[in-house]
């Protein structure tokens, strides 16, 4: 595709972008952290990108990918699990990124373009934190604020970050792979 | 006097719990899909209001039976237990739901496992979500309860459940 959106970031931000990918219109890139605020302000402000809406922002702990088979919720009702290998997909997914334990994943989408970019940034666990894009998107505050709860992922120049969805006394990030699924904290009434 | 008590008082207890029964004032306290069918219960085609129960409180002062209704997190627990200490006695509790019975299909973080491990339990209904059908037996079971608790002086105690479960 000519003149793509992963390609006006490559262009601009050559140093930025370690890797991208397409998956039938639907464009990725993967960057380096320390270059996240500069890009996303970009993405705001460049005229011909103009991503106005941040549609998601979420992270993914790849510490147990691929140790074991992924369950085929779909199988058994004839939902494809893998997308069709009729269709070619001529720019594959790369895999999770090399030695990082979380991708931050940000979705954006331009109300006036109609188009949308997916940021990967890969978060090592030494260090896990990255700049907040609330001074762009006001609605990242809580969104960031439930990576941080979850995931342990820390946001610098986030105006208010504190446990969103769960209490102040809880231990732990619950959607870490390493949090035992079955481990409970109540606040009141005993351990069950 | 409670040791031997006279034909008119048993009468009077009676005539009070039978009264008590039919004007059963409830507190919903609903959190979570099972409130659908708790609208269905409580609405024209199934009809709360022919057991005496149709007039929801929506302060726990003026309510004497708690339905909770949905799943509680352990975020909401320390609430549901402040709403239940602010209900004035006597008062009931009915679990509404396998969530509030037993933690349902729920094994993770956030989910408290049973109701019944921070506050007493009357009728348990459960099901997923149980059907209007089950939840007027449950409350025709809290009736009885009720009924029961005016003309025996005694309440039921509740079924404790063990401190920790051997899963």
Redesign the interface.
Same mark, same amino acid.
């Given at each position: 595709m000519t003149n793509s959106l992963i390609d006006m970031v490559t262009d601009r931000f050559p140093a930025a972008v370690s890797t991208s990918h397409a998956y039938r219109g639907d464009e990725t890139v993967v960057l380096r952290p320390e270059f996240l605020l500069e890009i996303a302000r970009f993405l705001k402000e460049d005229p011909a990108l103009q991503m106005n809406l941040l549609v998601d922002l979420t992270a993914v702990d790849y510490s147990t990918f691929g140790k074991s088979p992924a369950p085929a919720f779909f199988a058994s009702s004839g939902v494809a699990v893998r997308p069709s290998p009729l269709i070619p997909d001529e720019d594959p997914w790369p895999g999770p990124p090399a030695k990082a334990r979380f991708a931050v994943v940000y979705h954006f989408y331009s109300t006036d373009h109609k188009h949308r970019l997916r940021l990967v940034v890969p978060v090592e666990e030494s260090k896990a934190e990255l700049d907040s894009v609330t001074p762009l998107w006001s609605g990242a505050d809580w969104l960031e604020r439930e990576v941080w709860d979850m995931y342990g992922i820390r946001f610098s120049g986030h105006p208010n970050l504190k446990r969103i969805l769960m209490y102040e006394e809880f231990e732990g990030y619950p959607l870490r792979k390493d949090y035992p699924v079955d481990k409970r904290q109540p606040l009141i009434g005993p351990v069950n | 006097m409670a040791n031997n008590p006279s034909f008119l008082t048993t009468r009077l207890d009676e005539a009070i719990g039978w009264a008590q029964k039919y004007s059963i004032f409830q507190y919903p306290f609903v959190t979570a899909c099972c409130g659908m069918e708790y609208m269905a219960t409580a609405c024209s085609h199934y009809d709360v209001d022919r057991f005496g129960a149709g007039l929801p409180r929506f302060s726990p002062r003026q309510a004497d039976v708690m339905f909770v209704v949905g799943t509680i997190s352990?975020?909401m +627990?320390?609430v549901m $237990?402040r709403i239940y200490e602010q209900m004035a006695d006597p008062k009931w509790v009915v679990a509404f739901g396998v969530c509030t019975c037993t933690g349902g299909f729920y094994? $993770?973080? +956030?989910t408290?496992?049973?109701i019944d491990?921070?506050i007493p339990v009357d009728v348990y209904i459960p099901g997923c979500p149980p059907r209007p059908e089950m939840v007027l037996d449950g409350l025709m079971k809290l009736q009885d309860k009720i009924q029961d608790h005016r003309a025996s002086g005694r309440r039921a105690e509740p079924e404790s459940r063990p401190?920790?479960?051997e899963?």
């Open positions: - | 352990h975020k +627990a320390p $237990n094994d $993770n973080y +956030a408290v496992m049973g491990t921070i401190e920790v479960f899963v």
